[in-house]
C-alpha cells in the first residue's frame, strides 16, 4: 500500500518476497483500464545465515538455521553437502528454518540456504563417522598390556590430507592412531581389559556411536608356590600368566 504519492514520486511499504530482479511496475486508471510502466528491477537482501546448529552429527537429525532473509516458504531451499535439507511449510520463517539432515557424509561440509536466485553465506556441518568393525590387525592377540595395531573399519572417518584428524578411544583411553583414511583406521591398542569396552571415533568433536570390543582374557598357567599356604592368610603366593590386566582381581 501507498503511504504517499504525487505525479513524480510514490512512497510504499515492501511487502514480503524475495530475490535479486523483482520488477517494480506502477499501474494508473481503474483497475483492468489503466497503464502500466515498464518493469523496473529491486533487490531484496540475500540470505544472511548467522548458525546452524548442531554443528554436526548423524543423517536424519533436525538442523536449525538462524538467520535472516531466509523469505517464502517454497521460494527457497537448504543443501548440506549439496544435498537437499527437507523442511516444511511449519519449519521455514523468515528468519528461522529447521531441516532434517540428509544421508551424506564428510567434514565441515557446507550448509547453504537459497532463496529465488540468491545464495547466503555458508556454515559448516561435520557427519558424525561410522563404525562397522573393530578387529585387530592380522589376527593378532588383544593382550591387556596394549602395544597391538587396532583396525577399526567404517566410513566417514575422513581420508589425508585432511585437517581434520579422527581420534579413537577405547573404553575412553586414546588409542593413538597410525593410519586413517575415510573408511578404516589403524590405531595402537592402549592397555585395559574387559569385554565390550567402548570404542568411539570422533572428528571436528563429532563423535560416532560406540562399537563393542573386548581385550583378551586373563591366562594362568602356573602359581608358586603350589601348597601349603598358612590357613590364617599371612602367607604370599606368585601367579604366573598374562592378560592379568591393569587391575586384576584373584578369587579363591
Keep these: 500500500a501507498s503511504s504517499f504519492w504525487n505525479h513524480t514520486m510514490i512512497i510504499c511499504s515492501l511487502p514480503s518476497f524475495q530475490g535479486s530482479s523483482v520488477p517494480v511496475v506502477v499501474t494508473t486508471g481503474p483497475s483492468g483500464s489503466g ?13 544472511f545465515l548467522y548458525s546452524s546448529l548442531p554443528t554436526g552429527g548423524k543423517p536424519g537429525i533436525s538442523l536449525v538455521l538462524n538467520g535472516v532473509s531466509f ?12 544435498q537437499s535439507c527437507v523442511t516444511t511449510l511449519t519449519r521455514w520463517s523468515e528468519r528461522v528454518i529447521t531441516c532434517t539432515v540428509p544421508d551424506s557424509r564428510g567434514q565441515r561440509v557446507p550448509v547453504i540456504v537459497r532463496v529465488s536466485d540468491q545464495v547466503s553465506t555458508a556454515q559448516n556441518f561435520t557427519y558424525a563417522p ?3 568393525n573393530v578387529t585387530m590387525v592380522g589376527f593378532a592377540p588383544a593382550p591387556t598390556s596394549g602395544g597391538s595395531l587396532v583396525n577399526v573399519t567404517g566410513y566417514g572417518f575422513g581420508s589425508k590430507p585432511t585437517v581434520l584428524p579422527v581420534n579413537i578411544t577405547i573404553a575412553g583411553i586414546t588409542c593413538p592412531v597410525n593410519t586413517q583414511t575415510d573408511t578404516w583406521v589403524t590405531c595402537m591398542l ?6 565390550n569396552q567402548q570404542v568411539v571415533a570422533t572428528i571436528d568433536s563429532i563423535a560416532s556411536d ?14 608358586r608356590p603350589l601348597c601349603c599356604g598358612d590357613t590364617n592368610g599371612n602367607d604370599t603366593i606368585t601367579l604366573f600368566g598374562f592378560n592379568f590386566g591393569p587391575a586384576p582381581v584373584v578369587q579363591f
Design 35 to 47: 497503464q502500466s510502466s515498464l518493469p523496473y528491477s529491486f533487490a531484496y537482501d540475500p540470505p
Design 190 to 195: 592402549p592397555p585395559g581389559s574387559g569385554v
Design 130 to 132: 561410522v563404525i562397522t
Design 71 to 82: 523469505g517464502l516458504f517454497g521460494y527457497g531451499s537448504v543443501t548440506v553437502n549439496n
Design 210 to 223: 560406540p562399537y563393542g570390543f573386548s581385550y583378551d582374557p586373563p591366562q594362568l598357567y602356573t602359581l
